[in-house]
Every structure is written in structure tokens, then in C-alpha cells.
């Protein structure tokens, strides 16, 4: 079989970290080839550069979506002057190339076969990652998690067309230097607004030993910077037990290896990486549980026992006018955003299943709500002991879990998730996607309103950033 691979870049990251792992665990099976943006410094097969993939920027004038069509189609048939197989397209529902959909669509009038494995969708809040067009239909979709699988299935895909693909998972190795940053619990993530980064400081009041916390990595988006800058300023002024940029100081290896255990607070993840990597290393992971993903993993025999699925706060405390106000303008300007219509949208419904017995999730709040939450827990003890009744697991909140449990986890996980399982995986789809013509699309306002829902709906993912 005869594989490419595209996506608008192969720089270091998830996605391209992806595209590495299915080369290597086809690669006595498949010939393959890649095509991006820009060549990178090494990759593991013949890579293309073709310019109009990349991602838009002001200063780099695009390509018509023609050109850069028969410059895929040419460095395939350069390849292989058959064509390919497959042409295997990461990620093509984020607007990181404003052509790219109209390069697919005529790729696939040109006769190629295409798979699109989604890793994100822009419409779990990314307004700026939207293509208002029409996805490409009559083709074959991927993802990587049931929760995908389910939410395609119900804005029109069919079974036969779309394939469920998880991810694999590589060990954390476990035996490095000592790391000289001593009593801390690791945080091992870039600090995004998603990594809800106020949860975890949150907890580090709670922590049973007085543990540091400590985040490993900074963000990157401007948007995400301010988030994070005012995180910083909060720590300082509060005087709280916590570590930024720990991985700019230690060797992250040893992070992971003298740690005491390791937390997420993560309120969206596409796999889930963090609930099964830990494991991996010996060490347990503890925090916030994401259901909807974290399903997958249970019903192979992964047990989360140290996760938790909320942290509920007295919506006095924020104030429940400020609360509805906040959640009723950030519906109406992502329905903006993204071409939609809020008049039909019941937000006093949204707003009662959101504050159920007049709590809410700290996690589905933003940064605003956060400090003065956190403020209040710091500044008096009756605050503290009423929200430890409310949530009896931060009264032992040590990470603390069997050495057996670790073990079992680490086994199932390397079982389920290595490359043995993904190569056959990934092989059966390729022949079925060979064997099978599908038609379907995908209904878009049902995608949208499949992720903007009272169960979904998440002020850190889906308001802008704004400091107090």
C-alpha cells in the first residue's frame, strides 16, 4: 500500500509526533511519503515541501488552491507515478490554511482518496480556526477518541466512513539524574487556558504535605500570555507555593522522576495523553477526570481512581448575576463568531444545569472567577472547611495510590496503546477505507451546537481572556 501523509507542518508538536509514530509502526508494510509547508530538519521518509499547505501568514503571499493542488498531485506522481493509495490528511478541519479545504475538494476531483484524521475541531471553541464552507464530503474521517466517534455519527457521518484511531502511547522513562527541585507534585504541561491552570493552583492549597507545584512550560499564543501573566502576578501577590517554567530549570525526565505524583486539571483534552502517561513512568496521576474521554481508557482496564469530576463552589460566592451575565454574552458572541443565530437558545435552561442546587464547577469557570474564589479560600478558614464539605476529596488530597495499582495500569496501558495494537489498527482502516466508497457529509450548525451545550460549555474555553 502506498501511504502520504499531509498536514501544514512537521515542526515538533502533537500532531507531527502522530505522523512519526504511524510512519514507524507501518513502515515494513506501507511505503510512504510526506507533504508540508516547509521541509524540516530531519523526518523518517521523503518529504515534500509545498508552500500553499503551510500555514497563512500576512508577510508569505498563498498560492491558489489550484496550484497547490497539482503540486501535491506532482510530488506524489513523482513518487509513485500510479498515485497513491491514500492520501492520510492530519487535522484539516482547523483554519490554519484558509485554501486548504478547496485544495481537498480538488484533490478528491482528481480522483484521489482521502482520510481526514481530526485531532480538533474548531467548533469546541476555536472561532478563529473556522472554515464558514462546507467540510469535504464523501470521504473517509478519522478521530481519536469515542467522543468524536459519537458526535460525528450524529451530525451525519456513517459508520463505514469514519474510523476511530487512538493514539499511542510511548513510556515515560523512569531512570534519570536526581532532579534538585525537592517535595513538589508536577503539572506537566504547557500552561494554556485549556490546562486551567487556576484548578491547579487551586488544589496546591490543599495539597497533604505542602508540596510545590510546579508547571513545566509557558504558552505560547498572545492570548494564552496574558492568561498566564496574570497567574504569575497572582502567585507573587498571594505568596502561594508555586513554580512556573520548571522545565526551563530541570532536566524534565528528572521532573517526572522526583516528583511525589503528578496532577491535570486540563477541562478539554483530544486523547488524553496526561491520564495515561504518568502511569507509564510509576507514577500515579491525580485531578480532574474528563468522562467523555477518559471512558475509552476505563473500559480497557485502566482505573482512574484518583481523579475526581468536579469541584463545586457556592455560586454566591461569585455572585449568580455575574455568573448568567457572563455566560449569556458568551454565548451570543460565539454564535457571532461562528454564523449562528442565539435567540432560540434557552439560557436560563443552560444556566439551571449549570448551577444546580445553586453550585457550580469550578472548572467551568474563568480566570476572574478563579482568583476570587482562590482569594476567598486564603483569606478565611470557614471558606476552606466549607469547601472541603463540599468536595471531601481535597481533605486528603496526596496522590497516594498502590504500587500494584501503577503496575496494572502501566501494563494495560503499554498493551492497549502500543505499537503492536496501533500497526494493525491503522492497517485495517487503510483496507477498509481501500475496500469501501462511502457518501456522507457533515451537518455543521449540529457540530457546532454538539459542542457549544450546557454539558460542554466552558468559560475558559469558550470567553475571551479580559484581566480585573
Not at 157 to 179: E, Q
Not at 271 to 293: H, M, Q
Request: with cysteine; aromatic share 10%; glycine share 6%.
Amino acid at each position: 500500500m502506498k501511504i502520504a501523509f499531509l498536514h501544514y507542518h512537521l515542526k515538533t508538536g502533537g500532531v507531527t509526533t502522530v505522523i512519526r509514530q504511524q510512519i514507524a509502526a507501518i513502515r515494513n508494510d506501507c511505503d510512504t511519503i510526506a507533504i508540508a509547508g516547509e521541509t524540516p530538519p530531519e523526518f523518517p521518509v521523503h518529504i515534500t515541501a509545498v508552500p500553499g499547505v503551510a500555514y497563512n501568514h500576512k508577510s508569505t503571499p498563498s498560492s491558489s488552491p489550484e496550484v497547490t493542488a497539482s503540486q501535491i498531485i506532482d510530488s506524489i506522481k513523482k513518487q509513485w507515478p500510479e498515485g497513491c493509495d491514500i492520501l492520510h490528511v492530519h487535522n484539516p478541519l482547523l483554519a490554519k490554511n484558509k485554501s486548504f479545504l478547496k485544495v481537498l475538494k480538488i484533490l478528491q476531483a482528481e480522483g484521489i482518496t482521502l482520510f481526514l484524521q481530526i485531532h480538533d475541531f474548531a467548533e469546541d471553541g476555536r472561532p478563529l480556526s473556522y472554515f464558514p464552507e462546507e467540510y469535504p464530503a464523501d470521504c473517509h474521517y478519522g478521530v481519536i477518541n469515542s467522543r468524536d466517534y459519537r458526535i460525528l455519527l450524529a451530525t451525519g457521518l456513517h459508520k463505514k466512513g469514519l474510523h476511530m484511531i487512538s493514539n499511542m502511547v510511548n513510556p515515560l522513562g523512569n531512570k534519570t539524574a536526581d532532579c534538585k527541585l525537592k517535595d513538589f507534585v508536577l503539572y506537566p504541561v504547557r500552561a494554556i487556558r485549556r490546562k486551567n491552570i487556576g484548578e491547579a493552583i487551586l488544589l496546591s492549597l490543599f495539597f497533604k504535605n505542602g508540596e510545590l507545584l510546579a508547571i513545566t512550560l509557558p504558552p505560547n499564543s498572545q492570548s494564552d500570555i496574558s492568561s498566564y501573566n496574570g497567574w504569575r502576578k497572582f502567585i507573587k501577590r498571594e505568596n502561594l507555593n508555586v513554580e512556573f517554567e520548571a522545565s526551563a530549570r530541570h532536566d524534565f525526565p528528572a521532573l517526572v522522576n522526583g516528583s511525589k505524583y503528578l496532577i491535570t486539571t486540563s477541562i478539554t483534552e483530544g486523547f488524553g495523553f496526561s491520564f495515561l502517561e504518568p502511569w507509564t513512568a510509576g507514577k500515579a496521576i491525580s485531578g480532574r477526570k474528563l468522562p467523555d474521554i477518559t471512558v475509552d481508557f476505563e473500559k480497557k482496564g485502566i482505573r482512574l481512581d484518583t481523579l475526581y469530576t468536579d469541584i463545586n463552589i457556592p455560586v454566591d460566592w461569585i455572585g449568580k448575576k455575574n455568573l448568567y451575565e457572563k455566560i449569556k454574552t458568551t454565548i451570543a458572541a460565539n454564535c457571532r463568531l461562528f454564523g449562528y443565530s442565539s435567540e432560540n437558545i434557552d439560557i436560563e435552561k443552560i444556566f439551571e444545569k449549570i448551577t444546580v442546587k445553586n453550585q457550580v464547577d469550578f472548572g467551568m469557570l474563568d480566570e476572574n472567577f478563579q482568583k476570587l474564589i482562590i482569594s476567598k479560600v486564603l483569606s478565611s478558614e470557614k471558606s476552606s472547611d466549607q469547601l472541603i464539605s463540599m468536595n471531601p476529596f481535597l481533605l486528603n488530597f496526596n496522590g497516594s495510590t498502590s504500587i500494584d495499582l501503577i503496575e496494572q495500569n502501566k501494563n494495560k496501558i503499554l498493551k492497549n496503546y502500543g505499537i503492536k495494537v496501533y500497526r494493525n489498527n491503522l492497517l485495517s482502516i487503510y483496507k477498509r477505507i481501500q475496500k469501501n466508497k462511502v457518501v456522507q457529509n457533515i451537518d455543521k450548525a449540529k457540530l457546532f451546537f454538539m459542542f457549544l451545550n450546557p454539558e460542554r460549555l466552558n468559560l475558559l474555553k469558550w470567553s475571551n481572556y479580559v484581566e480585573q
